[in-house]
DNA sequence: AATCTCTCCAACCGCAGTGGT
DNA sequence: CACCACTGCGGTTGGAGAGAT
């Protein structure tokens, strides 16, 4: 029979962490520094298994994470990166730093998946095409984009500073936890989970300040609901993207090579989900309109992201 | 107010990859 | 080369909360 599962041993706990154990936890690793999970629960006395131990570090405690809702610019990197890679969620975790790939596998799951479908119905409304499903990832992100850029030239602000709506409330950064810890040596460990739930709230007040609420959730609604003159508009676009297609097919080598670094490392990625995947078509066109989007300007964005978003190293 | 249904997400599980011996 | 320990990744699940009835 194969090796139990690690977290089978008796004595190990399992189920939501609670904020003693994160506390405990993330002042072994801000000691100690992250790796060596084997010696984590050996050494903390942590009734988890190494890997549960990993796991939450890396989702949820260590710093640099940003959680609660996603932004339109996000929303379309997400979709635009897995059209590309597919569902290699660590790969296009890569390229947004502050989110992990539960993160952003979960958001996948629960809310893009749902709207690429809406969206695709109402493709295959107005095309006869059978697999409508490529062409509407890119649609979608390239909507998402537009989108993205004209409520930012609204509110003069990169996505990164927008408000954080709901939401966890609970710890979620070694800052946040430095302060938890404050608050539980001031009061008893029971109120602790109250409390951390309470540091996070002036987090919140403070990117308000930014963006009403109310505002976010009129843009995500915009996200929501396609129109039929944004669902022809759209289409129109569909046109361009097979142009692309095509050019992509008959030049795909690039012959001055002056693309920018950010491209540089997509392509490479695309490259490698071309090889893996064998799914070249889609992925050219899509592919080419990345590539595109440098000359138009587009790419600034993608690099705002990587600056403004994605500050904090991936790697810990 | 009580119950049911749905949604979301933290956490788990199992497999694959990697490096050391 | 084989084995083992460890880590990383993607799919899935279960519980909590929200919303509907």
Known sequence: MGRPPCCDKVGIKKGPWTPEEDIILVSYIQEHGPGNWRSVPTNTGLLRCSKSCRLRWTNYLRPGIKRGNFTPHEEGMIIHLQALLGNRWAAIASYLPQRTDNDIKNYWNTHLKKKIKKFQTAMDS??????????????????????????????NLPSSFRLNTGGSTYASSTENISRLLEGWMRNSPKASSKAAQEENQPQSNENANAVAPNQIKAE????????????????????????????????????????NTANDSLSSSVDEAKVRSGNQPPFSCLEMWLLDEAATGQAEELMDLSLDCCSAPAIF
């Not at 039929?228 to 095509?246: G, T, Y």
């Open 220 to 259: 995500q609604e915009n996200c929501d609901i396609i129109s039929h003159e944004e669902l022809e508009n759209l289409l129109s676009f569909e046109s361009l993207s097979s142009m692309a297609w095509e050019k992509s097919s008959s030049d795909s080598t690039q012959p001055d090579g002056s693309h």
């Open 126 to 155: 107005h095309m006869t095409t059978s697999d409508t499903s490529a062409i509407t990832s890119n649609l979608i992100s390239k909507s998402y984009y537009t989108q993205t850029r004209n409520s930012e030239m609204g509110t």
